[in-house]
């Protein structure tokens, strides 16, 4: 069971109209629902997305999938994911909750999905440290996330806007953040993954740096 008492815990009401706006143009503009189609194909069985934003995920989980509880902090993302829930072809719990504690039972899903939300969490260490409670033992961790990419010199940039207008500006986003890196730390095995460009024409920019992949909660020799 999921608690519905969990608090609204991240307030970020002006970006949170932006990024609805700007994310429903990138589906078309820059292949987003393409990207979204392979990062959710093939799941099964029960699947928590955290940080599931305004909800655009939904809408490609395929039928083999029994229910999604989504986790979306921010509230008014939230209303725009429980209408989205409503058109969803899968069952879709969309319920308040912060990554770093999620409200829902150990070992309960047989999946995980991360969707450009590894950036603007507040512990990394911590949310990917409850992905690993709340999945199953062999269960699989899809992801889709941006993060640290490009030479020196665009790291170096990528550095300076975390450390500066960049966090406050985008609602808590980090742009050099590696988060391939960040859930071999965690524990996770990493399976098959890409790297990409979003949007792959075009210049490269801080935020263009991608990762699409596979990873799973080891079977034996869990750290728990």
């Known amino acids: 069971m999921v608690s519905r008492s969990a608090r609204d815990a991240v307030r970020h009401p002006v970006f949170a109209r932006y990024y ?6 990138a589906e078309s503009r820059m292949g987003m629902a393409g990207v979204r189609r392979r990062l959710l194909g093939g799941l099964s069985g029960r699947v928590i997305e955290i940080g599931a934003g305004n ?20 509230r008014l993302l939230r209303q725009r994911a429980l209408e989205a829930a409503l058109r969803a072809g899968v069952p879709v719990d969309v319920v308040p909750g912060r990554a770093e504690a999620l409200p829902v039972k150990s ?3 047989d999946a995980v999905v991360f969707s450009l939300v590894l950036c603007s ?7 990917l440290a409850e992905a ?7 269960g699989e961790v899809r992801f889709f ?33 590696d988060p391939v890196a960040a ?3 965690a524990g996770f095995e990493l399976g098959p993954y890409r790297r990409m460009l ?13 990762a699409l992949g596979t990873a799973w909660r080891p079977v034996s020799a869990d750290r728990g």
Not at 121 to 127: G, I, Q
Request: charged share 25%; hydrophobic share 40%.
């Open 132 to 138: 690993r409670r709340v999945l199953r033992p062999g």
């Open 198 to 210: 979003m949007p792959e024409k075009g210049p490269a920019l801080p935020t263009s740096y991608c």
């Open 55 to 74: 909800g655009l995920n939904f809408a490609h989980y395929p039928g083999t999938v029994a229910e999604v509880v989504a986790i979306e902090p921010e």
């Open 107 to 109: 070992e309960a899903f």
């Open 20 to 25: 609805a706006r700007v994310s429903v143009a």
């Open 145 to 177: 996330e941006h993060g640290r990419g490009g030479g020196r010199a665009m790291t170096l940039t990528q550095r300076a806007l975390d450390r500066t207008v960049w966090p406050l500006l985008a609602g808590g986003c980090h742009l050099a953040r």
């Open 183 to 185: 859930l071999r730390d």
């Open 121 to 127: 969490v507040r512990d990394l260490p911590r949310a």
